[in-house]
Every structure is written in structure tokens, then in C-alpha cells.
């Protein structure tokens, strides 16, 4: 267990439906990651925080996906409209970002099927 | 045992012998590799990390070393154990600026530790 929790851990859900994800880091780190895993794939990143500030992200994340983290704690991944395609493990991790420190600890990742 | 992460994704090995697990990068601005391992249904677990200034660094049972000049890095697993048995992703982080902290993933290799 590293300390980043997620959750739900699995999400089934129809096409069409919005989902939430819920992350919360390790207490002390500023700086958070999603990312997303396909079956038989590294993870994929998503977007990335400092604190409060969304920072930067992936193309991947379309206008149907939102992450927030409102203060600069834990954080949300709302995907809206889901499609099939949207079904993969959605990963968390979190840092605590001082200079060039990248060491990332990841959370057990939510699992979204969509039927 | 010895296996190239991305071109052959599975290595099996005996327990008891040392495992080599390849990564090939392309970036040459890449200033900072992690290893990391997953278990089935697990997050990603940070293993060792090593900055581009470094050639080899140790941990517990596992070196990683860093050839800049083929941009390649290895992952070698002393004594392997069944309990080593997972998937191995190498991830790199391009330097400094917006991507600071985005990390690109491998897409792994399957390692496999038989009695």
C-alpha cells in the first residue's frame, strides 16, 4: 500500500453515463497524476497537478473528461458520455515535487467497464 | 535471463537466477528513468530510479544502468524470486518545463519466475 487511495476500485457502467473517480494522495505531496492503462499497455498520462493548478494535459483527455482538485488535496475524474472505448484502468499517483523529484507512487487504480 | 522490454514482452526465468529486463527510450532529452512493477490488479509500485548523469545505480537486489549513447536502460534482478513475478515498466521523464514530472511509460515486460 503506498498511501494513494482510489476510489471506486471497479465501475461498471452503461454507454452514455457519467462517471466520477475520486483520488487522494499521500498527505504531504503537491503534485498529482492521472493516468490511464489499457489492457497489455503502460499507463498513459492524462493530466497532472501542483497543488490546486492543473498544469497540463493530455491530448488523450478529450472534452468529455474533467479533472479537478479544488484544494489542492484529493482529486476528481469526471468522464462524461462514456464510450466502450473509455473502459481501462484509471490510475492516480502522487508526488511531492521539490526541483527535478519525479518519484511517483501510484494508487490500485479504478477499473471502468463500459457496456 | 535477458529480454528486450518492447520488442519481446515475456521472460521466464528460474528461481534463483538473475533477470535482465531491457528498455529502449528514444528521447535524448530524457533526464530521469523509473522502474516500476506491477502485479496483476495492483498499481504500479516504484522499484529504482536513476537520473541521466548516472551510469548504474543499486537498490536492494536490483541494479539499473543506463547507456545514453544506445539510449538504453536495463533493470537486473539479483536472486529472483517467485515473488518477483510481475509486469516491469521502464518510464521516462523528458526534462524540465511543462512536461515537468510527466512520465512516458514502456510497454513493459511479463516476467515469469518458475520454481
Known amino acids: 500500500d503506498t498511501g494513494v487511495s482510489q476510489n471506486p476500485r471497479h465501475k461498471i457502467t452503461k454507454r452514455g453515463q457519467n462517471v466520477t473517480f475520486r483520488c487522494d494522495p499521500i498527505s504531504e505531496h503537491n503534485r498529482l497524476y492521472w493516468y490511464r492503462q489499457t489492457l497489455g499497455q503502460g499507463p498513459e498520462f492524462l493530466t497532472y497537478?501542483?497543488?490546486?493548478?492543473?498544469?497540463?494535459k493530455s491530448r488523450l483527455l478529450s472534452d468529455r473528461f474533467s479533472a479537478e482538485r479544488p484544494k489542492g488535496s484529493f482529486s476528481t475524474l469526471e468522464i462524461q458520455r462514456t464510450e466502450q472505448g473509455d473502459s481501462a484502468m484509471y490510475l492516480c499517483a502522487s508526488s511531492f515535487g521539490q526541483g527535478l523529484t519525479y518519484e511517483q507512487y501510484f494508487g490500485p487504480g479504478t477499473r471502468l467497464t463500459v457496456t | 535471463g535477458e529480454s528486450v522490454g518492447l520488442h519481446l514482452p515475456t521472460l521466464s526465468v528460474q528461481e534463483g537466477d538473475n533477470s535482465i529486463i531491457n528498455c529502449a527510450y528514444s528521447?535524448?532529452?530524457?533526464?530521469?528513468f523509473i522502474w516500476y512493477k506491477q502485479e496483476s490488479g495492483k498499481g504500479p509500485q516504484f522499484i529504482i530510479d536513476?537520473?541521466?548523469?548516472?551510469d548504474k545505480r543499486q537498490g536492494q537486489r536490483v541494479t539499473v544502468l543506463l547507456n545514453k549513447t544506445v539510449k538504453h536502460l536495463s533493470l537486473q534482478i539479483a536472486a529472483t524470486q517467485p515473488g518477483d513475478s510481475a509486469v516491469y515498466f521502464c518510464a521516462e521523464n523528458i526534462g524540465g518545463g511543462s512536461t515537468l514530472g510527466r512520465l512516458y511509460f514502456g510497454r513493459g515486460t511479463q516476467l515469469t519466475v518458475w520454481p
Open positions: 536513476i537520473r541521466s548523469n548516472m
Open positions: 497537478f501542483q497543488n490546486e493548478a492543473q498544469l497540463e
Open positions: 528521447n535524448s532529452a530524457s533526464d530521469y
